[in-house]
């Protein structure tokens, strides 16, 4: 057996041991509570080759194997216009790791980088369309995509401070445009903090956001604000250490009977509905 082999094994017994509590736990919480998994499931599991959805393929994978539901895996890697560099790493990663993938490639970057505004949300957007299609067209039913606790918490206080409502990131969602497909996210209860402790541990090196615009910093202000909001929590951390779980839990336990307004289906509500 060939030392990468034998990293590999290793690896997957750290995760279902030392890394139990911090990782493998909390993916499968998610995997249950929010029942992300069905029998005879087909799941494109979506590798953009950064640190959270290369340990994404990885736990998928080793659930396959230990799973009582049957369900089958493609492992999809989506260049939008790597570099040959990144590219390779990507490639390089997966092989690492032991995650048979499937490249689809695309121009995402190019289109994405001639918008005056917003180009970053333009290519989130036409990332996961691309995905969707071609999940599609392998006859997958789910993509999983890699966000995880510490995207789900700041996505939430973002809508709130600069969108302007009140707005979280499901662990599941049903596509709009593309009828019997399904979004997952089966990192949802995982902090990001651990996934940097296995990628640290293991010496892995992946990729961060790839593209031009964020190498002559001109992105997005989304981008920006996000950086904010993730300063503006480890700050609040300081003096109250339970600030991150209490965002997290505020979108399980919403009180419907306190809003002012809502709006369900793409209906606006008001509380006066029904009022007398």
């Not at 299609?133 to 973002?158: F, P, S, W």
């Not at 790839?210 to 503006?232: G, N, P, W």
């Amino acid at each position: 057996m060939t030392r990468e082999m034998n990293d590999v094994r290793r690896m997957e017994q750290w995760l279902l041991t030392d890394l139990r509590k911090p990782i493998w736990r909390p993916f499968m919480r998610a995997i249950r509570d929010y029942r992300l998994l069905s029998p005879g499931d087909r799941i494109a599991v979506c590798i953009s080759g950064g640190k959270d959805s290369m340990l994404l393929a990885k736990l998928m994978q080793m659930l396959q194997r230990h799973s009582e539901t049957p369900f089958e895996a493609e492992f999809l890697v989506m260049d939008p216009g790597y570099s040959p560099e990144n590219r390779a790493r990507v490639l390089a990663n997966a092989e690492r790791l032991e995650i048979p993938c499937r490249v689809v490639d695309s121009d995402v970057f190019e289109v994405a980088q001639a918008q005056d505004e917003h180009p970053c949300f333009l290519c989130a957007r036409m990332r996961r369309g691309c995905l969707y299609r071609h999940a599609q067209a392998l006859g997958c039913n789910k993509i999983a995509l890699g966000h995880h606790y510490d995207d789900v918490i700041e996505t939430t206080l973002m809508a709130m401070l600069y969108g302007g409502q009140i707005q979280a990131m499901p662990p599941r969602l049903k596509a709009q445009n593309f009828p019997g497909m399904e979004l997952i996210r089966p990192l949802y209860r995982v902090r990001e903090a651990d996934i940097i402790a296995w990628r640290d541990a293991f010496g892995l090196a992946f990729l961060r956001c790839a593209c031009k615009l964020t190498e002559t910093a001109a992105v997005d202000e989304s981008a920006s604000k996000r950086r904010e909001i993730k300063a503006l929590i480890a700050a609040l951390h300081e003096t109250n250490p339970k600030v991150e779980q209490n965002i997290f839990n505020s979108i399980h336990r919403v009180q419907l009977d306190t809003l002012v307004g809502w709006k369900h289906n793409g209906v606006e509500h008001s509380f006066l509905e029904g009022w007398e």
